[in-house]
């Protein structure tokens, strides 16, 4: 899907758009970067032009998702307060995600910034895998370190029993702020 020539300015944004409004799957900056022939830095800055115009474009762990309200699912969303050590993120998510949540983002309170949220979107352990490697490669710190392990999390599945079940699950682990 690389275009036939440089494409540049507006022209690049518009197509970048249609890329990513057709792609089922989150696309790495890298990876559009490569097919346009441009810097990564190039991308971003696009993607903060095309967010800027309202485009739902959204950056995951995974990369650039093109959310298509209009298509999606009725989907019902909670939100949670949990508190765990850093050790415990992956059994939290996992938990999660084995109970069919997808986990929107990740929510803390700073004392200097104020509410601060990163998506996170992860419905699978797969996902998961990949969110707690990028942290690791990158020697990124989890949000929830800077709140000694306080955050809530945005959750999203098909049905209220699914969230029921999953923050069920959650309390007994002693994941949930009570």
């Not at 559009?32 to 739902?56: C, F, H, M, W, Y």
């Not at 850093?86 to 059994?91: D, L, R």
Request: with cysteine; hydrophobic share 40%; charged share 25%.
């Amino acid at each position: 899907m690389k275009p036939e020539k440089k494409l540049l300015g507006e022209e690049r944004r518009n197509w970048l758009l249609n890329l990513l409004k057709e792609s089922t799957a989150p696309v790495t900056g890298a990876e559009l970067a490569r097919l346009s022939s441009v810097s990564r830095q190039i991308i971003v800055g696009d993607i903060t032009l095309l967010k800027a115009r309202n485009e739902p474009i959204i950056a995951t762990s995974q990369g650039y998702l093109y959310l298509h309200t209009a298509a999606a699912p009725k989907e019902v969303e909670r939100i949670i307060a949990c508190q765990h050590s850093p050790e415990q993120a992956k059994e939290e998510l996992y938990l999660l995600v084995d109970h069919g949540i997808l986990v929107k983002d990740v929510k803390i309170e700073h004392p200097v910034y104020g509410d601060l949220t990163a998506s996170i979107m992860v419905s699978n352990r797969k996902e998961v895998d990949q969110f707690l490697d990028k942290i690791k490669n990158t020697k990124a710190v989890y949000l929830s370190e800077l709140t000694e392990g306080i955050h809530l999390h945005t959750l999203s599945a098909a049905t209220e029993a699914a969230l029921d079940q999953a923050e069920t699950a959650m309390k007994k682990e002693g994941f949930l702020v009570e």
